[in-house]
């Protein structure tokens, strides 16, 4: 079992820069994959980016690339998702996701088990 929870949300202009953050117990991290999704209202859940249990694998969507990075900390039990040049259409609840050892990041969700609450981030215009 691994349980996730979601931090760092919040409300930030269009150009500016938010870095929200999962931290998760009851299994280590460097034994699961995890990747970052986000859903807007009336949209489905989608992905924004993916990571493997090294770190050394890592994934994004075409329209976050070059303004997202994932990472993640294993001494701390946490991953990252630090968000530059935000856009209003970046808003959504975003979620953290957990799943199965993968060779490569994965962006769909049949691959995750465990997901976090979800944070919210709001960019304005």
């Known amino acids: 079992q691994v349980q996730l929870v979601e931090s760092g949300g919040g409300l930030v202009q269009a150009g500016g820069s938010l870095r929200i953050s999962c931290a998760a117990s009851?299994?280590?991290?460097?034994?699961?994959?995890m990747a970052w999704f986000r859903q807007a209202p009336g949209k489905e859940r989608e992905s924004v980016a993916a990571?493997?249990?090294?770190?050394?694998?890592?994934a994004y969507a075409d329209s976050v690339k070059g303004r997202f990075t994932i990472s993640r900390d294993n001494a701390k039990n946490t991953l990252y998702l630090q968000m530059n040049t935000l856009k209003p259409e970046d808003t959504a609840v975003y979620y953290c996701?957990?799943?199965?050892?993968?060779?490569?990041?994965?962006?769909?969700?049949?691959?995750?088990?465990?997901w976090g609450q979800g944070t919210q981030v709001t960019v304005s215009s």
């Open positions: 009851g299994r280590t991290v460097s034994s699961v994959n």
């Open positions: 996701a957990a799943g199965p050892i993968a060779l490569s990041p994965r962006h769909d969700k049949t691959a995750y088990d465990y």
């Open positions: 990571i493997t249990w090294t770190g050394r694998g890592t």
